[in-house]
Structures are given as structure tokens and as C-alpha cells.
């Protein structure tokens, strides 16, 4: 359960009788192959929003991972793209730093598709960085294999398999759970043992509790969008007032021009009453508390490329 506290957990080191597995993990790919669900999957929380719509993830997300003789700092990474404007630039800078930080690397793809540029310019990118800092084990995870044949899969590994030397080519399906159970173990394989864990065992993720709960009401605002919107869409916290058995939240959803402020707030306020009442159904799981919730929705221009509306907004 995560507390509504503005940090989840204070990290703490402990050292441990009998050594563990540990080991930090990068996920890396092209938008919307499934990163967020798997992180999500292996720290078996819910801390990263997750969409059908590419470029939901704009930050740098770690979550902790325990098991029972290992724990696994897990970092979900924007998707890797073309950058159009300042806030995308952060966003696949983001997405490559990671590398730097990473012991294990997954590269995840879609399993429907033969690797296409933006997969090799992730896989460039991981190669670069595991010469100048050897990685213990480099991945590439086939996503999505519950909505493909598996007569279509072997030429596909094939194909990746030419590609670069990979500890190994693991087929998944991160939203079904199929085959996480074995790529969890080779991952944990690779790892060195340490007498020291960084993490309590209830330490779940960095992010505060307020980017969390801005986080589900975004999610929501891409759940009930299209087209160009989910991209010019941020939403900003302004208020989070902790009550005894009420969390008061108020929050601003930024647009980038008129016609989407319309959109969002749709015929006589319909679509934000939807979106706003979604939400605060997910920050009431997240914080086990009743919330009562004010949106506004806010015409932006331009936010996307604007340093301090990007630095007000976390990005
Ligand atoms: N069928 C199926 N859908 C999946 C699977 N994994 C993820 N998805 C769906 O794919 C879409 C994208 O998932 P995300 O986890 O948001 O993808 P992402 O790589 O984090 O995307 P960005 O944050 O935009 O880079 C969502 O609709 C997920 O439900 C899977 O294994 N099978
Ligand atoms: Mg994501």
C-alpha cells in the first residue's frame, strides 16, 4: 500500500545476512511497446500511467522490485523519438541517460514489427553505452507476443538476432504476464551478489505522492482523447490538502490552444466531468483515502517549448 505521504518511503541501506541479488535495470524503446506496463508488472504496482497513445511517459520512473533473494531497481524511460519540441528533447535525453546508470538494459520492441530505424538507433545508442560501461546483461524483449502468431516470431528473432550479441531474446507479453516469471530469473542470473540492499522491503518508487496523483489525472485526460492532444496535454498539481479522511486536491490541465481546452471539456462539460471523476477514483486506490477533486482546464501556448512552464511541471 502506498502512503500518502508526500515521499513514499525514506531509503534506508540495509545489510543482510545472507547476500542478495542487486542490480539496477534500464527498460528502453521506441514509444508505446509496453515499458511502463512492464515495470509495472515486475514491482507488481501500478506507479507509471500507461496508454495507447505513444509518449505517455515523460520521466525517468524507478520502482523497486522485491523478491525473495534479490531486489531490482526497475527505471522506465520515456519512449525514444524524433523530438519536436523541448519537451521531447528533455524526454529522449532522459530516455539515453538512463543507459549510464543501468547494470541491465532491456531493449523492448513490438513483437508485430521487423526492428525499424528508431529500434536501431536505441539499440546504437545501448551499444555506445555498454563500451564505455559494460553492462552484465543486455535483453531484447519481444512485447506484445498474446496478439501475434508464433509462427512469425522465430524469423523475427532471427532478424534481431543479427542485429547485436544479446544475453538473450526473450518473447513476452508484459500486459498478460507470459514468460516474466523466466525472464525475471535470467535477469536475476546475471546479477552480482551484494551484502548490502539499498531499499527497505516497502520502498516502492521516488516519485512523490502529488506526481503520482497528476500523473492519474493526465492518464485519464489520454484515455479520453485523440489525435494531437494526449501530446500537448501536462497537468499541474496546485493544491494537495491532507484532511483526516479527505485528501483536497485541485489541479490544472494544460492545453496548448483554444479548440483543445474545448475538446477537453467537451459538450456542456461532459468529457471533464468523465475524466475528472476517473481520476479521482485511481487517486482514491492510490491513496485509500476519499478525495475530492477540482480541475480546471488552461489554454498554454507554447508550453511544450517553454524552459520554466517545463521546469514548473517536473520535466
Ligand atoms: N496486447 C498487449 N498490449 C500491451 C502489452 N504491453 C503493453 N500493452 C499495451 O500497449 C500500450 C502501450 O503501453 P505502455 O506501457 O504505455 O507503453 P510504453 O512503452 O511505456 O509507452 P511510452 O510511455 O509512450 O513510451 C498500452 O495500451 C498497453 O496496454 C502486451 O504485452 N500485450
Ligand atoms: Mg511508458
Redesign the pocket.
Known amino acids: 500500500m502506498l502512503e500518502p505521504t508526500d515521499r513514499i518511503m525514506t531509503d534506508a541501506m540495509a545489510t543482510h545476512s545472507t547476500p542478495m541479488k542487486w542490480g539496477t535495470l534500464a527498460i528502453v524503446?521506441?514509444?508505446?511497446?509496453?515499458?511502463?506496463?512492464?515495470?509495472?508488472a515486475l514491482i507488481q504496482q501500478k506507479i507509471?500511467?500507461?496508454?495507447?497513445?505513444?509518449?505517455?511517459?515523460?520521466t525517468r520512473i524507478m520502482g523497486v522490485g522485491h523478491y525473495p533473494s534479490a531486489q531490482l531497481v526497475v527505471i522506465?524511460?520515456?519512449?525514444v523519438h524524433k523530438p519536436h519540441h523541448r519537451l521531447n528533447t528533455k524526454m529522449v535525453q532522459t530516455a539515453l541517460g538512463t543507459l549510464e546508470e543501468a547494470d541491465v538494459v532491456y531493449v523492448?520492441v513490438d513483437a508485430s514489427r521487423s526492428p525499424g530505424p528508431g529500434d536501431r538507433f536505441v539499440i546504437d545508442a545501448v551499444d555506445a553505452a555498454n563500451r564505455s560501461h559494460p553492462y552484465y546483461g543486455v535483453f531484447l524483449l519481444l512485447?506484445?507476443?498474446?496478439?501475434v502468431k508464433k509462427s512469425t516470431l522465430l524469423p523475427l528473432i532471427a532478424e534481431y538476432d543479427r542485429l547485436r550479441p544479446w544475453t538473450a531474446i526473450i518473447p513476452?507479453?508484459?500486459?498478460?504476464g507470459?514468460q516474466l516469471d523466466r525472464l525475471l530469473t535470467v535477469t536475476l542470473a546475471c546479477l552480482p551478489e551484494s551484502d548490502i540492499v539499498y531499499f527497505e522491503d516497502d520502498y516502492v518508487t521516488d516519485q512523490p505522492v502529488r506526481q503520482l496523483a497528476a500523473e492519474l489525472i493526465r492518464e485519464q485526460v489520454l484515455e479520453h482523447t485523440r489525435d494531437e492532444l494526449p501530446y500537448a496535454v501536462a497537468v499541474r498539481l496546485d493544491e494537495f490538502l491532507e484532511e483526516d479522511k479527505l485528501v483536497r486536491i485541485a489541479a490544472t490541465i494544460f492545453v496548448d490552444k483554444p479548440s483543445q481546452k474545448a475538446i477537453v471539456i467537451g459538450k456542456r462539460g461532459h468529457r471533464l466531468k468523465e475524466i475528472a471523476t476517473h481520476a479521482r477514483r485511481a487517486i482514491e486506490d492510490l491513496l485509500h483515502k476519499h478525495v475530492y477533486l477540482k480541475v480546471w482546464v488552461k489554454v498554454q501556448a507554447g508550453w511544450r517549448d517553454n524552459e520554466r512552464i517545463l521546469t514548473e511541471l517536473g520535466y
Open positions: 524503446g521506441r514509444p508505446n511497446v509496453g515499458k511502463s506496463t512492464l515495470l509495472n507509471a500511467i500507461v496508454s495507447d497513445k505513444p509518449q505517455t511517459t515523460r522506465d524511460t520515456p519512449g523492448m512485447n506484445k507476443v498474446d496478439l513476452i507479453s508484459a500486459h498478460t507470459c
